[in-house]
């Protein structure tokens, strides 16, 4: 899934940009409020990490305007910030975060909280997801084909969990492409194709449905056997 982060602290914000790109996540940081709102106008972020004291225009600010009308509006946005007072959380919860986080936050704690969010947000409160004889955790990035497991890379468990998210919706490659990959990844032309190959050989011929002209959906669950 795709994260974006805004916190001025450099030292921080880069460590937290790279401790979740080691979990799997695909990540752009910025350290300002206008450069995540002019990313955020044109690239499909699955959640906001926003820290409140940014220069120029405070996080709340920020946070304000996403949620106010516009498909900003069911985004997750967790709150990051030093301001550990009650008033403080209240202000950041009210305004429309769903998730307050006190500095300083260990990156792994930060993913649980960020799949929590996306699990509330995509209607899949359980941890675990099913679709026909395939399971997988999310939080372990372990998929398991008829009870034994299967080993898949990191872009493999991202593409397989987008896949999971959307079970209805065919999904057009730049999408797919926006939600796996930061700005700064090199892609070849053919790295969707290659992927969802490589998880039609590792799980099921028919767990990807090519829909020609338009993309890529997930298979059928009783399409599977």
Not at 28 to 44: E, K, M, V
Request: glycine share 8%; net charge neutral; aromatic share 6%.
């Amino acid at each position: 899934m795709r994260i974006l982060i805004v916190e001025d602290d450099r030292l921080l914000g880069d460590g937290l940009a790279a401790g979740l790109r080691s979990l799997g996540f695909a990540v752009d940081w910025f350290t300002d409020g206008a450069q995540a709102d002019a990313a955020l106008s044109h690239t499909p972020y699955d959640a906001i990490v926003l820290d409140l004291g940014l220069p120029g225009r405070d996080g709340l600010a920020w946070l304000a305007r996403w949620r106010g009308p516009g498909p900003l509006q069911s985004t997750p946005v967790l709150v990051l910030t030093a301001r550990d007072g009650i008033d403080h959380r209240i202000a950041g919860l009210d305004t429309g975060a769903d998730d307050y986080l006190i500095k300083p936050i260990e990156t792994t704690e930060l993913a649980a909280r960020l799949r929590a969010v996306l699990r509330r947000s995509q209607g899949r409160p359980q941890p675990l997801w099913q679709h026909g004889a395939l399971s997988y955790q999310p939080a372990a990035k372990a998929a398991h084909w008829r009870g034994k497991p299967v080993v898949l890379t990191a872009t493999e468990c991202a593409l397989l969990e987008l896949l999971l998210a959307n079970p209805h919706r065919v999904l057009p490659k730049p999408l797919i492409l926006d939600k796996l990959y930061s700005f700064d990844q090199d892609i070849e032309s053919n790295t969707v194709e290659v992927h969802v190959h490589h998880l039609r050989r590792k799980i099921a011929p028919k767990l990807v449905r090519t829909v020609r002209g338009v993309g890529y959906a997930l298979g059928a669950p009783e399409e599977l056997e």
